[in-house]
Nanobody
Framework: QLQASGGGLMQAGKSLTLSCVAS????????FGWFRQAPGKEREWVSC????????FYSDSVEGRFTVVRDNYKSALYLQMNSLKPEDTAVYYC???????????????????WGQGTLVTVSS
Protein backbone atom coordinates (compact mmCIF):
# COMPACT_ATOMS: atom_id res chain seq x y z
CA GLN A 1 0.00 0.00 0.00
CA LEU A 2 1.21 3.48 -0.84
CA GLN A 3 0.25 6.48 1.25
CA ALA A 4 0.82 9.96 -0.14
CA SER A 5 0.84 12.98 2.12
CA GLY A 6 2.15 16.50 2.49
CA GLY A 7 -0.28 18.43 0.34
CA GLY A 8 -1.69 21.75 1.39
CA LEU A 9 -2.43 25.36 0.50
CA MET A 10 0.66 27.30 -0.51
CA GLN A 11 1.45 30.68 -1.95
CA ALA A 12 3.13 30.92 -5.31
CA GLY A 13 6.89 30.87 -5.06
CA LYS A 14 6.94 28.75 -1.92
CA SER A 15 8.17 25.20 -1.49
CA LEU A 16 6.47 22.01 -0.44
CA THR A 17 7.60 18.41 -0.11
CA LEU A 18 5.26 15.51 -0.74
CA SER A 19 5.87 12.10 0.77
CA CYS A 20 4.83 8.66 -0.33
CA VAL A 21 5.31 5.87 2.17
CA ALA A 22 5.07 2.19 1.39
CA SER A 23 3.60 -0.21 3.89
CA UNK A 24 3.41 -3.95 3.70
CA UNK A 25 6.17 -4.29 1.14
CA UNK A 26 9.66 -3.13 0.44
CA UNK A 27 10.06 -0.60 -2.30
CA UNK A 28 13.67 -1.48 -3.06
CA UNK A 29 12.88 -2.99 -6.44
CA UNK A 30 10.16 -0.60 -7.48
CA UNK A 31 10.36 2.23 -9.91
CA PHE A 32 8.14 5.14 -8.90
CA GLY A 33 6.31 7.91 -10.57
CA TRP A 34 4.55 11.06 -9.47
CA PHE A 35 1.47 12.07 -11.38
CA ARG A 36 -1.02 14.86 -10.91
CA GLN A 37 -4.53 15.70 -11.93
CA ALA A 38 -5.78 19.26 -11.98
CA PRO A 39 -9.49 20.04 -11.76
CA GLY A 40 -11.16 19.33 -15.07
CA LYS A 41 -8.01 17.95 -16.64
CA GLU A 42 -6.58 14.55 -17.33
CA ARG A 43 -3.95 13.04 -15.12
CA GLU A 44 -0.45 13.92 -16.23
CA TRP A 45 2.98 12.57 -15.48
CA VAL A 46 5.22 14.77 -13.32
CA SER A 47 8.35 12.84 -12.43
CA CYS A 48 9.77 9.36 -12.01
CA UNK A 49 12.72 7.58 -10.49
CA UNK A 50 14.16 4.14 -11.12
CA UNK A 51 14.68 1.52 -8.44
CA UNK A 52 18.31 2.50 -7.85
CA UNK A 53 17.51 6.17 -7.63
CA UNK A 54 20.14 7.07 -10.21
CA UNK A 55 17.78 7.80 -13.06
CA UNK A 56 15.15 10.48 -12.79
CA PHE A 57 12.95 12.24 -15.32
CA TYR A 58 10.82 15.35 -15.08
CA SER A 59 8.11 16.81 -17.23
CA ASP A 60 8.96 20.07 -18.93
CA SER A 61 6.52 21.92 -16.70
CA VAL A 62 8.40 21.04 -13.50
CA GLU A 63 11.97 20.56 -14.73
CA GLY A 64 14.32 22.59 -12.59
CA ARG A 65 11.74 23.19 -9.87
CA PHE A 66 10.83 19.71 -8.64
CA THR A 67 13.14 16.98 -7.35
CA VAL A 68 12.22 13.35 -6.77
CA VAL A 69 14.13 11.41 -4.15
CA ARG A 70 13.74 7.96 -2.68
CA ASP A 71 14.85 6.55 0.65
CA ASN A 72 14.69 2.79 0.51
CA TYR A 73 15.61 2.47 4.20
CA LYS A 74 12.53 4.43 5.12
CA SER A 75 10.42 2.88 2.36
CA ALA A 76 9.63 6.39 1.26
CA LEU A 77 9.53 8.52 -1.84
CA TYR A 78 9.59 12.30 -1.86
CA LEU A 79 8.77 15.06 -4.29
CA GLN A 80 10.36 18.35 -3.37
CA MET A 81 8.54 21.16 -5.10
CA ASN A 82 10.13 24.59 -5.28
CA SER A 83 8.97 27.84 -6.85
CA LEU A 84 5.40 26.66 -6.86
CA LYS A 85 3.05 28.13 -9.43
CA PRO A 86 -0.76 28.30 -9.47
CA GLU A 87 -0.69 25.86 -12.39
CA ASP A 88 0.85 23.27 -10.06
CA THR A 89 -2.50 23.04 -8.30
CA ALA A 90 -3.64 19.44 -8.53
CA VAL A 91 -4.11 16.19 -6.70
CA TYR A 92 -0.73 14.48 -6.68
CA TYR A 93 -0.42 10.72 -6.83
CA CYS A 94 2.52 8.42 -6.28
CA UNK A 95 2.68 5.15 -8.12
CA UNK A 96 5.06 2.24 -7.95
CA UNK A 97 5.70 -1.08 -9.58
CA UNK A 98 8.60 -3.53 -9.56
CA UNK A 99 8.05 -4.39 -13.22
CA UNK A 100 8.40 -0.87 -14.54
CA UNK A 101 11.54 -0.29 -16.56
CA UNK A 102 13.27 2.94 -17.43
CA UNK A 103 11.67 3.24 -20.84
CA UNK A 104 8.15 3.06 -19.39
CA UNK A 105 8.56 5.04 -16.18
CA UNK A 106 6.68 8.04 -17.59
CA UNK A 107 3.55 6.01 -18.37
CA UNK A 108 0.76 5.88 -15.83
CA UNK A 109 -0.45 2.63 -17.38
CA UNK A 110 2.83 0.96 -16.38
CA UNK A 111 2.09 1.22 -12.67
CA UNK A 112 -0.13 -1.14 -10.75
CA UNK A 113 0.17 0.35 -7.29
CA TRP A 114 -1.12 3.82 -6.52
CA GLY A 115 -1.39 6.03 -3.49
CA GLN A 116 -4.65 7.79 -2.71
CA GLY A 117 -3.50 11.26 -3.73
CA THR A 118 -2.79 14.44 -1.84
CA LEU A 119 -4.13 17.86 -2.82
CA VAL A 120 -1.77 20.73 -3.52
CA THR A 121 -3.30 24.15 -3.98
CA VAL A 122 -1.14 27.08 -4.99
CA SER A 123 -2.54 30.57 -4.70
CA SER A 124 -1.23 33.52 -6.66
Amino acid sequence: QLQASGGGLMQAGKSLTLSCVASGFTLDYHAFGWFRQAPGKEREWVSCINMNGDVTFYSDSVEGRFTVVRDNYKSALYLQMNSLKPEDTAVYYCAGDPTVITSTMRLSSAYRYWGQGTLVTVSS
